[in-house]
T-cell receptor, first 113, second 110 residues
Framework: TQLLEQSPQFLSIQEGENLTVYCNSS?????LQWYRQEPGEGPVLLVT?????EVKKLKRLTFQFGDARKDSSLHITAAQPGDTGLYLC?????????????FGAGTTVTVRA | KAGVTQTPRYLIKTRGQQVTLSCSPI?????VSWYQQTPGQGLQFLFE???????NKGNFPGRFSGRQFSNSRSEMNVSTLELGDSALYLC?????????FGPGTRLTVL
């Protein structure tokens, strides 16, 4: 059972469309990270959010951390084929003094040219 | 600045054998974590080492072990390999809020 539930599991869209990926949990996290992973490679950190209600923007990507720090979303505007990949959210439990991350199952995003 | 490096990148073993994977973290990162990634289970935490001490351990059998050296480099060992151990093994080094993953070692058990 995944501590973090990601939805949808798969997403296929046309270049130029927008998309949103969700990451939900019944648990509170002190921080939440989003990664993108391409086949045969390790995950690459996109962003870390730590404050409830926080919104971070990275070019066409917008990340939001829920007020209660139990959920997060990733929104991509005007998606491009280079955005294709596996998007993973990962959380750190509160009052944790280590780097153990709990990952969601991931969302496979395909952007068609 | 060099990233996390893992060796070897690919490995093929047979059931019953043992394997050792190596990870060199980013310079200055004292925490090294290991994860197993499979299509069915996703990314599962194996263990974390900090300053040569295991600080946390995931829910894996004792066949999975690891260690960290004084230069922060880490190794993980899997003994008596089973078919289900076939996976991508990822090493991550962390400092502050930043965690960086290596490219992984693809282990295939035949």
């Amino acid at each position: 059972t995944q501590l973090l539930e990601q939805s949808p599991q798969f997403l296929s869209i046309q270049e130029g469309e927008n998309l949103t990926v969700y990451c939900n949990s019944s648990s509170v996290f002190s921080s939440l990270q989003w990664y993108r992973q391409e086949p045969g490679e390790g995950p690459v950190l996109l962003v870390t959010v730590v404050t409830g209600g926080e919104v971070k923007k990275l070019k066409r990507l917008t990340f939001q951390f829920g007020d209660a720090r139990k959920d997060s979303s990733l929104h991509i505007t005007a998606a491009q084929p280079g955005d294709t990949g596996l998007y993973l959210c990962a959380g750190t439990p509160p009052r944790s003094n280590d780097y153990k991350l709990s990952f969601g199952a991931g969302t496979t995003v395909t952007v068609r040219a | 600045k060099a990233g996390v490096t893992q060796t070897p990148r690919y490995l093929i073993k047979t059931r019953g054998q043992q394997v050792t994977l190596s990870c060199s973290p980013i310079s200055g990162h004292r925490s090294v974590s290991w994860y197993q990634q499979t299509p069915g289970q996703g990314l599962q935490f194996l263990f974390e080492y900090f300053s040569e001490t295991q600080r946390n351990k995931g829910n894996f059998p004792g066949r999975f072990s690891g260690r960290q050296f004084s230069n922060s480099r880490s190794e993980m060992n899997v003994s008596t390999l089973e078919l289900g151990d076939s996976a991508l093994y990822l090493c991550a080094s962390s400092r502050g809020l930043r965690t960086s993953f290596g490219p992984g070692t693809r282990l295939t058990v035949l």
